[in-house]
Nanobody, 124 residues
Framework: QVQLVESGGGLVQAGGSLRLSCAAS????????MGWFRQAPGKEREFVSR????????YYADSVKGRFTISRDNAKNTVYLQMDSLKPEDTAVYYC?????????????????WGQGTQVTVSS
């Protein structure tokens, strides 16, 4: 059974950087598109970024475009989210998710496997 485990969250000052990692167990990781979502207190979980199985196609929410970079290393069963120029409004729990059924790219319903999340806090 595939499981996803996020790491790399923490506290950073505005303008700083963090790199999140999402490690997947299981042999089929390279077959799945992967996404990152985030959820701030009192808000709904929202799309951040997505990468296809090979890494050749990536998508970003407008709010993070130009600041965040998604990538993957299929040999390591890991997907990354490099976050630069962080802002206080980026503060949230960040979740990685797997799309094993070719679902919607930008909705939570399009992903059927989720990690436990990692907290990112950006201070002003």
């Amino acid at each position: 059974q595939v499981q996803l485990v996020e790491s790399g969250g923490g506290l950073v000052q505005a303008g700083g950087s963090l790199r999140l990692s999402c490690a997947a167990s299981g042999r089929s990781f390279s077959m799945y598109a992967m996404g990152w979502f985030r959820q701030a207190p009192g808000k709904e979980r929202e799309f951040v970024s997505r990468i296809n199985w090979s890494g050749s196609s990536t998508y970003y929410a407008d709010s993070v475009k130009g600041r965040f970079t998604i990538s993957r290393d299929n040999a390591k069963n890991t997907v990354y989210l490099q976050m630069d120029s962080l802002k206080p409004e980026d503060t949230a729990v960040y979740y990685c998710a797997a799309d094993r059924r070719r679902g919607s790219y930008f909705a939570t319903s399009g992903y059927d496997l989720w990690g436990q999340g990692t907290q990112v806090t950006v201070s002003s």
